[in-house]
């Protein structure tokens, strides 16, 4: 990563690729993410690392087939937009969704990591994951979210084992039959059925909620009385660990916007606390939801919006 003192272009007739610039922002990026989301990669033609992250970046969104698209912009040819986002090095790289920003990183990554990026702002546009539910799966898989909805986890589970039965690489099937495990309070048999998921699948969205869920269910396991916490941190508002506790506590209780509430309040607060540790377990929060929940929709948007401040 670089700092701003003063990558390539995107490919000609690449519709889902193209060139922006201030002037052109409004219409490329904050109108256009109403309908698909949008990734904005601010780069400079001498930035090494935005030359090493750009072609991955693009060959990402190409991936998704129109699911998602990136506007590029050069921070030495167009300041405005840049500036008023709070960009001060680059690469920067912002994602958009309903015109707003959702999520974004600094500095160049690794594919693996790139691709895991533009997969979860892909399916925050919904219209995604279809492809796993091919041969006739889907109505079988909406009919145990449906159970699992409901509460009838143990249907849920039942009926997710059996649609393995018949594809043994259905990422949402694995997905939804730790997650049936999980609302059981099954948390080792919901770990060994995560830890028997092909290799294939290992870096599907569903397969990273469903590795989220866990952690967060093992911290469960240790959290404390909720009453006692909110006590603690209603006598100490500046006491972190009490807060950052009364956060477990309250998503082991199935209060999960409450906890993402008081995450968001210890970020607002100290963001280097503890390494970091707010917005890190903020993000796991969101990874074992839906990425169209609306608690994962409005949590990244307030994230965004006291990262880029």
Same mark, same amino acid.
């Given at each position: 990563m670089l700092e701003l003192d003063g990558q390539q272009g995107a490919p000609a007739g690449a519709d889902v690729i193209k060139d922006g610039s201030d002037a052109s922002f409004m219409a490329d990026v904050v109108e256009a993410s109403r309908e698909v989301p949008v990734?904005?990669?601010?780069?400079?033609?001498?930035?090494?690392?935005?030359?090493?992250?750009?072609?991955?970046?693009?060959?990402?969104?190409?991936?998704? !087939?129109?699911?998602?698209?990136?506007?590029k912009i050069d921070v030495d040819r167009d300041k405005a937009v840049?500036?008023?986002?709070?960009?001060?090095?680059?690469?920067?790289?912002?994602?958009?969704?309903?015109?707003?920003?959702?999520?974004?990183?600094?500095?160049?990554?690794?594919?693996?990591?790139?691709?895991?990026?533009?997969?979860?702002?892909?399916?925050?546009?919904?219209?995604? !994951?279809?492809?796993?539910?091919? !041969?006739?799966? #889907?109505?079988?898989?909406?009919a145990a979210e449906a159970m699992l909805a409901e509460g009838a986890a143990a249907d849920a589970a039942e009926t997710f084992a059996a649609i393995l039965q018949e594809d043994g690489e259905h990422a949402g099937a694995y997905g939804g039959l730790v997650r049936s495990y999980l609302a059981l309070g099954q948390v080792d048999q919901a770990e060994a059925v995560l830890n028997g998921a092909p290799a294939a699948i290992h870096d599907k969205p569903e397969i990273e909620a469903a590795? #989220?869920?866990?952690?967060?269910?093992?911290?469960?396991?240790?959290?404390?009385?909720?009453?006692?916490?909110?006590?603690?941190?209603? #006598?100490?508002?500046?006491?972190?660990?009490?807060?950052?506790?009364?956060?477990?506590?309250?998503?082991?209780a199935g209060q999960t916007e409450e906890a993402v509430a008081e995450l968001l309040e210890l970020f607002r607060r100290d963001r280097?606390?503890?390494?970091?540790?707010?917005?890190?377990?903020?993000?796991?929060?969101?990874?074992?939801?839906?990425?169209t929940d609306p608690i994962v929709l409005n949590g990244r948007r307030k994230l965004s919006s006291m990262v880029f401040a």
């Open positions: 990734i904005v990669d601010f780069w400079a033609t001498w930035c090494g690392p935005c030359k090493q992250l750009g072609p991955a970046l693009e060959a990402a969104v190409q991936a998704k !087939g129109g699911r998602v698209k990136l506007v840049a500036g008023q986002l709070g960009v001060q090095s680059i690469p920067t790289v912002y994602a958009f969704v309903d015109g707003q920003p959702v999520d974004g990183f600094q500095g160049a990554l690794p594919p693996s990591q790139i691709e895991t990026f533009v997969n979860k702002v892909a399916d925050l546009g919904g219209a995604g !994951g279809a492809g796993d539910d091919d !041969g006739g799966l #889907a109505e079988a898989v909406e590795r #989220a869920g866990i952690q967060l269910a093992r911290q469960a396991e240790s959290a404390g009385p909720v009453t006692e916490l909110r006590a603690r941190v209603e #006598a100490d508002p500046s006491d972190h660990q009490a807060r950052y506790d009364l956060a477990t506590a309250l998503h082991a280097e606390w503890n390494d970091g540790a707010a917005k890190t377990q903020l993000l796991t929060v969101f990874d074992a939801l839906k990425p």
